[in-house]
């Protein structure tokens, strides 16, 4: 059964850091692209940043790009998502996402609905 669990959200001040963690189970990791995405109240699910495993390439939008990193440990079946220079406009519940990989990892990020498979959340929350 495949499962996915993040954890590491909590509270933090404007200009902090936070690290994500998804840990995969059922599963290995090797075929398969990881995303990040976040939904903030009232918003559209929105990507943060993806990875294929196999290569490593990644993608980031403008939004997050030079802030966030995406990286993996195999060994450990776990994505991490290393997230600096937080902004208010971060506060979202961030959701971990993996889809075998098809195509770039640009288009698989930009599509929300592709994504197979689902974590529960874990809310990041970035006031003063």
């Known amino acids: 059964q495949v499962q996915l669990v993040e954890s590491g959200g909590g509270l933090v001040q404007p200009g902090g850091s936070l690290r994500l963690s998804c840990a995969a189970s059922g599963f290995t990791l090797d075929n398969y692209a990881i995303g990040w995405f976040r939904q903030a109240p009232g918003k559209e699910r929105e990507p943060v940043s993806c990875i294929t495993i196999s290569d490593g390439n990644t993608y980031y939008p403008d939004s997050v790009k030079g802030r966030f990193t995406i990286s993996r440990d195999n060994a450990k079946n776990t994505v991490y998502l290393q997230m600096n220079s937080l902004k208010p406009e971060d506060t979202a519940v961030y959701y971990c996402?993996?889809?075998?990989?098809?195509?770039?990892?640009?288009?698989?990020?930009?599509?929300?609905?592709?994504?197979?498979?689902w974590g529960q959340g874990t809310q990041v929350t970035v006031s003063s």
């Open positions: 996402t993996a889809q075998g990989a098809f195509t770039t990892v640009q288009t698989m990020c930009s599509m929300a609905e592709i994504w197979r498979h």
